[in-house]
């Protein structure tokens, strides 16, 4: 079967593999919207959409088998990398980075390269539950330790609190920080419960756990993950949300007819 | 049309994609799974002018697993340019290794490929260069004498600027300067290329896929059909992916070389030198007015710098000839040729960087007459653009004043700078006029529908791009509102070139272009399913019904938006207002934000929430451009010293403060029939302005050189008449 | 990158043994990863020395504390007895880099992380740290982010580290391991040096050293303490310029003072002779400004840094004054 076949056949039967079911939790699509969507989905789009979704070697969260990397490397390292709660084996260049193994050689791309020096944190991922840059790491070091990516946040098709606060509060705009955002988010979330302090905290003397963080606090401690685009206001509030239950939303408004009227130009 | 209707436009619906960004679904330039691909390293010369006398590639050659150095002597033939200092487009050529002259520092003059990234970007070190150096023109200060009329110049006057200058009561002469800047988008710029059998195959991070398209046929010589452009999602543009950069055509003659698909990614540090910026503007401004604030003269003259072999110019004057009813108006542009690369559109070009002239101005202005700078404001409104000498199709500049005097408690600002202070800190009150050109563009779309266990759903096709301003959803909202379908209904598929032709996301022109190009291919097809059936025009049908009566469980439709007769006639504009309170430490000179109010009249808004991330964004960026961004040039070798995201300093969240947006009701049925208008460049427009005046108020000194840095304001005077 | 080798050292003495003069420990990798992707270091090996077993942090018999080399910054500037007793570490620690970096960043590589001057980042231009004898770009260049005092005709760059600025106030010593097995003291004042003729050097650590600890003094700034750093952003930027502060006070009067500045100098600036000034005195801000001008009377500006002098007298007074602030 060609690719299209195999496509068409998947668009009429709804049959899925179970990498694919499993996007489509991520994606949150149930059975019915699952067809719905593959209908929706038009047949020139294939190649980019069916990209994005469904070569099943791309999606692992579960860090799927790629075909091991046949070119003769100088320095390689053989390295088991246990990345969201599954161990792949892989023969690296020692000067491969954690970055780098993980978008290029694992297609786990959902952690960003935004500068590949450790001046913006689009790469933060969670290593044993830290929050660390994968760009400044090499993945020669990593052996032994539990990585988690933005691709093993979810569980089950339920997004983590955070993914979901982000969304609902549209803590992103081109997306591209915003893996590292929700991963230094989660970690920050408890980072607070631990009761860790930061530079703008009032009295570094004066230590208790499970702080409520102000804004200003939590400002400071987002501050390694460049935004671009400026959604600062947004994550701050949606990481509020999940931190402190605090239900404030962006603040727009529409000025209201009185409010024309009595500033028309007289 | 109204039958259902679930999420239509207007409304604050998540963003239809976000589930794909908060996952690390989405798929950016190089995450696309193509097979076999090889990496690519550019080479960046490192002189600012001179020529190549040498290149030894042969230690890059024999480094492991590389598998081609391409360079001037070995690159194939592209199209060259066929005058002297073209003006630099959107669909500009884009010629690159096809000579061994080097124009400005860290201009390529090579490409390593190699089997790995690690493999290739260390092989790109071991390429050596010979450089025969010659002086170059690195100082606008230096070059003035060089300073010439651009070929589309953006000149103008009306009235006698003398006379106007002579017949005011007070007169002002102040010159701001802006430094050089750089878009920096999150994602870097990114290519995968695939060159097979004579067609192109191109994963590339580009804000207007159609031009991008151009530019490779052009640049290539081959059919435009040959090449597939797709960007499905753009980690951030700002201008910087308007034009289809070199790194695009170095990787493509490295795949059409290697019969491998290729990728490329440009380096941060590259992204200093080959992907455009924001060039360094001086502009000079006279204001002349009478005691009662009435304006008599204003001009505004900008001096600023192109490269050496092209030509862009940032239109900082035009925000000056349409602002305020003044009858005596100059304004002249200037450029000198440097050996830096050329300069592109950065979010709102012209009017980011001329606002913060004029609103500056203003500002000193309004403090010279001791008149409020809202009231100065207001009392030079004009509803006329004097400039076109034709009325704007809607201006609520004043509605913004007043409604955001009054949401920010204006009224609590004191007159006299450094009288209002807390502890260590000066406090400052500050404020803008902002407005945006609204473009609106020929778009076209096509929408698929199809009857799905007895339901309606569509898909939406257009070449259109989301650089993160919301397209995706604001479009599916626009198909559910005229197709009469919930928004759930609806999918997107954007960015690539096989879709009908919209002019991609820049210049503000995005959202009132793509909807409006939706909603005509969504009319299209209702009409055709109608007139097919004989059903009357005005009958309100459900799209399922409406496929049920024509038999049908599937249909397609195009359709194609473009302004009006009506449209040329006005000039169509966004206002807006912005409010800053800044606090600056009175010993270390450091700023913070307090807090921004933000006032936008931008036609109909689509879907609030994506507006409101649109404008946070520009306040964002306008915070940067008043307080920390800035790239320094090196003076004696030409390089940019700041070279790093460790020493441009974009603004990070402790950066920025509360903000509160307020949209005013306005349907511009003018600017187009949805009444849409451009909000992404509305946002940054005079924000660096409201800060300064701010800075201003706060501490008596005027800052007129961005960014206002704290070395900067510990060394600054008190301005005179301000009391210590 | 350069190709190298990767050891992953299981215990010091495989880390000690593996070591060549042209291999580099690996603590977080933070700025070592970086400046080899930039093409300034060029180790042939790399040996991880971050997960070793100096992680600790415990009082030491001199009534001080000692600190693993090979803790991270975060778990350093969090820890309970660093957070009580030497709130001015964890402070000047805290305003360095992000949490990110923070959290892969050890003690012994903080102590050893290089300047940011942009000529030495950048191989295309001259600079006498990174190639010697190839000339100082910065000198007759920018110089808005360099040295005021202590620097050479050769370099004038300045120590870029926080946590630095932190110990030289108050009062350090690093321990190492020598190649052959024996330990080495290090008093903090004597651990960085000026540039002189050999500005590639920017530290006394011989070749293969390794750090395995730092031993603070008896906690005497507990109560007052301030860590001030003033920077063009409000966070995720060096300093410009910055001064840790600590006081001691009994019956209002000033007992012991730490003062140290940074970036102003190749190594975190100490103020021996303010620091003695001070003492005895009664703490108001016309002490502060007179311990100031006292401060920065020998400072050396050039043509892009001239507001160092300035900026470094405000911040004196303002840290020295948040620091006398703080209720205790
Ligand atoms: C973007 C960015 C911003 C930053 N901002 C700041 C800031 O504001 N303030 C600040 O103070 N710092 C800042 N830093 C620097 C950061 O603090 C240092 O990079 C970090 O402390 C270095 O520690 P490391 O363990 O990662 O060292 P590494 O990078 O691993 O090593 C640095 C050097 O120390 C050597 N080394 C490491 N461990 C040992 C050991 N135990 N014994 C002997 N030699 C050893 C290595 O061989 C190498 O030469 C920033 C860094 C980055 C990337
Ligand atoms: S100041 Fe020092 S580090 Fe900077 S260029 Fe001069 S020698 Fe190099
Ligand atoms: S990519 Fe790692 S910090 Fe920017
Ligand atoms: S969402 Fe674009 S950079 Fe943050």
Redesign the interface.
Known sequence: MTEMEVWNNKRELGNLSEDERKIFDQLGLNESSRRKFLKGISATSLSVWAATYFPPEVFASAAAALPDNPIKLVNEVKVNLRINESVKSLNLDSRTTLLDALRERLALTGTKKGCDHGQCGACTVLVDGKRKLSCLTLAASCEGKEITTIEGLAENGELHAIQKAFLEHDGFQCGYCTPGQICSSVALLEEAKRGEASYVTDDLREITKDLTLSEEEIRERMSGNICRCGAYNNIVQAFKEVHSSDDEMPTWEFATPEQMENAKSS | MKTIKASGIGKPI??I????????????A????VENKVYAQAVNS?IAKGEIVSIDTSEAEKA??VLAVLTHKNAEKLKAFEEEMPELGTTTIAPVLQSNKVHYYGEYVGLVVA?????A??AA?LVKVKYKEETPDIHLDKSRAKAYKPTESSDFSRGDMDAGMAAADQTLEATYNTPIEHH?????HAVIASWNNGKVLAYTSQQMVDNSTIVISDTFQIPKKDVRV?A?????G?GSKLNTDRHVILALMASKKLGKPVQL?V??NQMFTNTGMRQHNEQNMRIGAKKDGTLTALSHETLSHTSTFQEYQEPCGNVSKMLYKVPNNLIKHRLIPLNFQTPCSMRAPGEATGSFALESAMDEMAWKLKMDPIDFR?KN?TQIDLSEERPFSSRLL??C???GA?KFGWKERKMEPRTNTNG?WLIGYGVSAASREAPYKKTSSKV?I?L??G?A???I?MDAT?????SYTIIAQTASEYLGIPT??V?V?L??S??PVTPGSGGSWGAASYCNGARAACENAIAELKRKKNIPEGEEIALADLLKQNDLTKFEAEGTAEPSEEFEKYSVFSFGANFSEVWVDK????S?IKRMVN?GSAGK?LN??????????????GVGMA??EQT?I????G?F???????Y????????A????????EEDKIANKMGVKGIGELGITSVAASIANAIFNATGKRMRDL?I????L??AKLEPGVES | MRPFTYTGAKNKEQALQSYSPTSHYLGGGTNLLDLMKEDVERPDQLIEVASLDYKKIFQNDKGGLTIGGMLSNSETANHPEVRKNYPLLSMSMLSAATAQIRNMATNGGNLLQRTRCPYFFEASMPCNKREPGSGCGAIKGMNSLHAIFGYSDSCIAVHPSDMCVGLAALGATVEVQKPDGSTRIIAFDDFHRLPGSQPEKDTNLMPGELITAIHLERPEFSEHYYYLKIRERSSYAFALISVAAGLQLKGGEITKAGLAMGGVAHKPWKFKEVEKFLVGKKPDESIFEAAAELAMKDAKPFEGNTYKVEMGKKAIVRALSQAYARKS
């Open positions: 998540d963003r994609e976000g589930r794909l960004k908060v996952t690390g679904m989405a798929k950016y190089t995450e696309f799974p490192t492991a697993g089997e790995t990234f690690e493999q970007t260390y070190k920096h988008p999150m994602e870097l797709v499905a999602f753009v980690g951030g700002f990614t380096t941060r207001i409104d004043i509605e004043l007043r409604i009054e260590n698929i199809s799905e266990e339901k759903i569509a898909t096709q989301d650089i993160g301003t919301g759930e209904d999918t598929e960015g690539d096989n879709y010993d270390t000179g450091m913070r006032v808004i609030p929430k994506t507006a409101y991330g649109q404008i946070i964004g520009g306040l964002t960026m307080l920390t320094k090196e003076p004696n070798f390089n010293i700041t070279r790093s995201f460790a020493d300093h974009a603004p990070v969240n402790l950066d920025m509360n903000v509160e947006v307020i949209f005013l009701p960014p840095t704290p070395e900067k510990i060394m």
